[in-house]
């Protein structure tokens, strides 16, 4: 009667091992579905940090589309007497080049590399057929930006020009813009004198 007794209970010992056992792996991967769930959207969204999310807006559009080596071509092109650095980018439509250009440079002679960097891109990607929309096309803006420094300790702010070329699709002109000059000098005082009020509160 002991013997079976004891076999009872060390049948019963094993089922309750093995349920439990059972139930730690159905446990485990109950908490390890949710984690890697997280882990792929955390490393999805951190690979794509940076870009922007355009979802189905340049569907049917930006045909030709713009190529790297036609990036390369440009970047190339505008290593100008006179500009320190040059960057090209591509970004939501957007083909935005940066000109660093030398620190005594005067405006007459940065607004002339502008517009000359505007002839290079028109000669390498014609204006007319990647930058002005057709028909029901959209195509991509151009923006170029220019300048002789960003202020730091050895340049004064009030030394610097920003001068900035947009050619949007949607235009038929480009615009340039000195950024740092304000439009309206009398409106621009009065709000600088109020941020100035509102920091010593």
Known sequence: ?????NMKNQKQKRNTRKSSKVLITVAIIVLLIPLLLLGYIYFGAKENSGKPVTGSRFE?????AITQEQMDKVKKALNFDG???VEVNLTSATLRITMDAADDIDQDTLENLLNAAYDKVND???VKTYFTNKDKTKMYDLDIHAYNFIPDDSHKEDDQIYLELVKNAANKKKVVDNIT?????KEAKELLKQQEEANKK
């Open 83 to 85: 500009v320190e650095k």
């Open 124 to 126: 390498i990607l014609p």
């Open 1 to 5: 009667m002991s013997k079976q007794k």
């Open 60 to 64: 049917n559009s930006l045909d030709p």
């Open 181 to 185: 000059t304000p439009k309206n000098e």
